[in-house]
């Protein structure tokens, strides 16, 4: 994996198009039936964590809410393993016990999946925490929902990575819903990034829909914090196509609204801004969509010819080895013995 | 009486609806539950009859709504707090655990809190750790709660209307799965209200008593038709209530019957089995001709995977296997 500096643009355009085909996919073996529970859908979304990922090194961290396919994929997470873990498969990123709303990858320094709405806001501090206390110049991506900065958790992680001055980036991806509740039924500011300004926190908007507003804003935003550890928060303003989840027709919005939005995608503009300029033919893109396509369905067989979690397996992962050495230890040694002489 | 048929999704909505008219006090309070009509569909048609001041959608903050209705039940408002799934609540554990059941305690018996906090609690089906968890037995635990879980339609109604009216905190803890499912219930211009701490019999039988509530009662009821061809009869009894807990409707049931299996949807370890078991070899230890069955979750986190979740839960094959076991059959 090359750093992120590096990366060129037609690269992170193949990876936009990697993201979309691959939840379009997805999308497809929810509705038969090979994956379960909750799924989310990023489309629309792309140049957010693409944008992002290209302003950071491999080494930093990065965490996010439920709506994560897109996030792993991003940090280099195979789409056979995403899509086996949507499958449920041995072979998931999360071995099939995670799901959807749960992707983990240690290798690519992906730290979850998170479910529970604003509870990995203050996991990214301690994320960023550790950077610092081990004087790593890493920083930490925490990508959360509209729907998450009126909980309680998202507050106290701000304050806590205010006061620490810890090296992470809050960005909240502005879809402008959370379900079924717009913004401004659930927000009493007029504007999202005014949160940071309460905690004395850097912040920003982008043009969520712009890989190279995100991108550049982002860049700027990672030397800064590399050069001083502090807390910065990006408002990212962008939409997702699709509904909340597969199982919800997205009845609250307007087909106006969703239009405005698809005008503008981010793939779309990228290709656009790309061509222009002479770096990208359309025999080029047409070719690195077929790959995106190809590695999307290559998942699909994947992921349905990996085998399921092994049964006898079950209890594996409910707690770690304790790491202490087995029998009992000098002292409750010692605290046994004090109790068999005692009721002597 | 005209019995009808109507699903557990509408017998809540009944309840809610008769409730919200009846007493202006009582308001609605949740995530999606006024516009988006309920993430489940429960409070259609709320918003409509009773406005958008009593039918009120939330931002994401569980522990701030929670903690509103438990504030507003101190000066004599009566709020039904909705969470989306009882697995959010943990966000609101404070308000739940410490604030609603401790206030009456903690002021000489000044403020009492009636609040009903109701939503889908258990797993569902492939919810994965975070989403599927039954919280019964935390809630349980805490004095001062009440606890209820219906497995019917018509305990749905019945407990939701005496859980508002309630002056106490009372969960009511309905089910994902079964929102859907069909019971018999009274003719809608009746008025119906089943006390918590009342046990029902489901299914009356007299060689094997099969104790469960919520989802595992449809699990009970399956298996005591099969034990049929077997010449055992299995008696069904839900327990509807966990908290106040009919311990004479155990009792009388294991007095029958001589063996008893628990069959639950929360964890082994502090789970309601456990505390039923103990107090029935407490009281009538006698009366027992087998050690106490008991089939529930494994002591595991949810796995996402749909063989593994189904090998985590109670199923037909466990209870089937309990029931042979104290049956020595
Ligand atoms: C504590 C908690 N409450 C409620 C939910 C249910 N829920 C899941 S996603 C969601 C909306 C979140 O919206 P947002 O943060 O804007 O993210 P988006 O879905 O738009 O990506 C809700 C209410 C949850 N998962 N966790
Ligand atoms: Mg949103």
Redesign the pocket.
């Given at each position: 994996m090359q750093p992120a500096e590096q990366r060129d643009e037609v690269e992170m355009l193949w990876l936009m198009l990697l993201i979309r085909r691959f939840e379009e996919r997805a999308s497809q073996q929810y509705q038969a039936q090979k994956i379960g529970g909750f799924c989310?859908l990023y489309i629309g979304q792309e140049a957010v964590v693409t944008g992002a990922i290209a302003a950071i090194r491999f080494d930093d961290y990065i965490i996010t809410?439920?709506?994560d396919h897109a996030h792993a994929l991003a940090r280099g997470t195979s789409a056979n393993a995403c899509m086996a873990e949507l499958f449920g498969k041995d072979t998931g990123c999360s071995r099939g016990l995670g799901g959807s709303m749960h992707f983990f990858d240690k290798e690519h320094h992906m730290y979850g999946g998170h479910?529970?709405?604003?509870?990995h806001v203050p996991l990214a501090c301690g994320l960023a925490f550790a950077c610092k206390y081990r004087n790593e110049d890493r920083v930490t991506l925490c990508f959360?929902?509209?729907?998450?900065i009126n909980?309680g958790s998202f507050h106290e992680a701000l304050n806590l990575a205010a006061l620490f001055k810890l090296p992470v980036i809050f960005i909240c991806?502005n879809?402008l819903?959370?379900?079924g509740t717009s913004v401004e039924r659930s927000t009493s500011l007029k504007q999202i990034v005014d949160r940071a300004e309460g905690y004395d926190i850097p912040g920003c908007v982008v043009d969520g829909m712009n890989f190279r507003h995100v991108r550049d804003t982002l860049s700027e935003v990672v030397e800064s914090i590399r050069k001083d550890p502090h807390p910065a928060f990006v408002e990212a303003r962008t939409y997702?196509y699709r509904g909340?989840s597969m199982s919800d027709p997205a009845s609250y919005r307007t087909k106006d609204q969703l239009e405005k939005y698809r005008l503008d995608d981010p793939i779309t503009r990228l290709r656009a801004q790309l061509t222009r300029e002479g770096k990208l033919t359309n025999e080029k893109f047409d070719e690195l969509d077929k790959e995106a396509k190809q590695i999307a369905l290559e998942s699909v067989k994947f992921a349905e010819q990996s085998d399921e979690p092994p049964l006898e397996k079950l209890y594996d992962y409910t707690y770690a080895n304790s790491g202490v050495e087995a029998g009992v230890s000098p002292a409750t040694k010692d605290s046994a013995a004090d109790t068999a002489a005692a009721t002597k | 009486m005209n019995m009808r048929e109507i699903t557990y999704r509408q017998a809540l909505n009944e309840a809610l609806t008769e409730e919200l008219a009846r007493d202006p006090n009582v308001f609605l309070m949740g995530?999606?539950v006024a516009e988006y009509k309920g993430a489940y569909k429960v409070s259609q048609g709320l918003l409509e009859r009773f406005g958008p001041k009593r039918i009120i959608d939330t931002p994401?903050s569980?522990n701030g709504f929670a903690g509103l209705g438990v504030g507003a039940a101190m000066v004599g408002l009566r709020p039904i707090i909705e969470f989306?799934t009882f697995s959010?609540s943990f966000?609101a554990f404070d308000q739940v655990v410490n604030n609603a059941p401790n206030m009456l305690t903690m002021s000489g018996g000044q403020f009492n809190i009636p609040i009903t906090f109701r939503g889908p609690n258990g797993p569902a089906h492939q919810l994965g750790a975070t989403?599927s968890h039954a919280t019964e037995c935390l809630y349980a635990n805490v004095p001062g709660l009440k606890v209820c879980t219906p497995a019917t339609p018509r305990d749905a109604k019945g407990l939701l209307k005496t859980a508002v009216r309630d002056n106490n905190p009372v969960l009511v803890l309905e089910s994902e799965l079964l929102y859907s499912s069909k019971g018999m219930i009274e003719p809608a211009e009746m008025e119906l209200l089943i006390p918590l701490g009342q046990a029902e019999i489901k299914r009356e039988g007299s060689d094997v008593t099969i104790v469960c509530y919520a989802q595992t009662v449809a699990l009970a009821l399956a298996v005591a038709e099969k034990f049929e061809d077997e010449d055992i009869s299995a008696e069904v009894l839900d327990l509807r209530s966990i908290k106040p807990l009919d311990e004479r409707a155990i009792y009388d049931s294991v007095a029958k019957t001589h063996r008893v299996v628990i069959v639950e949807q929360d964890r082994p370890f502090c789970g309601v089995g456990a505390e039923v078991c103990y107090r029935i070899q407490k009281n009538i230890f006698d009366e027992l001709d087998a050690p106490i069955g008991r089939v529930s979750q494994e002591d595991v986190p949810m796995p996402y995977n749909e063989r593994l979740e189904k090998a985590v839960l109670p199923n037909e094959e466990k209870l089937i296997a309990a029931v042979k076991k104290v049956c020595y059959a």
């Open positions: 989310h809410a439920y709506r479910a529970i709405v604003g509870a959360f929902g509209d729907g998450a909980q991806e879809n819903f959370a379900m997702r909340h | 995530e999606e994401i569980e989306m959010f966000v989403h």
